[in-house]
C-alpha cells in the first residue's frame, strides 16, 4: 500500500501515489469512487481514493513518464475528446477536470461509444458521450460549447486537419491541444518521423504554436504526442 501521495509537480489533478518499496507510480483522484473503468487498481489513501494510471493503456500517461513539459489540461477545463473510444484516458481526464470541468466525447464506433455510455458515463457528471464522425465536427456543434482544451486521439490518415477544422469550430482563442499522432495509421510507407514533421506543419499552418513533443516508445510505437497553442486569426 502506498504511504503517501504527493501532487504532481508540474500538473494539476495528477498525482503520485508513493510506496514502501520507493516506488512512485501515475494515478488520478477518482471521481467515481468504488469504480475503475479499465481493470485499474483502485487505492485508498486517508479520505480519498486514487486510481492507477496505465501508461501502457494511456498515451498522456504515457506523454507524462516520457518527460512531457507542457499539460494544458487542468481542474476545471472543458476538454473536447477525439476519439475517446470506451473511455480509459478520457475517464482520467474526467478526473482532472472534476466537477466544475466537462469532456465531450466524441466517438464514432457504436458498440464502443454504448460501452462508454453505460461503464463510464452514466458514472460520470462530466463526461458527454457524443456519437459522431470527427471529421464532420459541424454535426455535433450543436452538443459542444467552447472548450479550452482538445485532445486528439483518431486512427485517420488527416489527424492534424481533423483536430484543426475541430478547433475553428470550438476552441478558444489561446486554448490548447494535444495530438496523439499514429504514425502507421497515416502510412505505413514513410517513416514516422517524416510523418510527424508533417503533421506538426499542418498545425502550425492553421494556426498553432507548437510548445511541446515526446516520442511515446517503449509505452506506444511510432507514435507521438504533440502540444500546441491556438492562436484565431483575426478575419479581414
Known sequence: ???EVEEHEKFKGVFWLVFEDGSRKLATRNLAPGRNVYGERLIRVGEEEYRLWDAYRSKLAASILKGLEVMPIRPGDKV????????TTASHVSDIVGPEGHVYCVEFAPRVIQ?????????????????????????YAHLVEEVDVIYCDIAQPEQAKVLADNADLFLADGGWIMLAIKA????VTKRPSEL???????????????E?????EPFDKDHAMVVACFRRRSSK
Open 1 to 3: 500500500m502506498p504511504v
Open 80 to 87: 473536447l475528446y477525439l476519439g475517446a473510444a470506451s473511455g
Open 115 to 139: 460501452d462508454l455510455l453505460n461503464n463510464v458515463c452514466a458514472y460520470r457528471p462530466n463526461m458527454s458521450p457524443i456519437l459522431a464522425d470527427a471529421r464532420l465536427p459541424h454535426l
Open 184 to 187: 502507421r495509421s497515416i502510412d
Open 196 to 210: 510527424f514533421r508533417r503533421e506538426m506543419e499542418v498545425l502550425e499552418a492553421r494556426g498553432f504554436d507548437i
Open 212 to 216: 511541446d513533443r515526446v516520442h511515446l
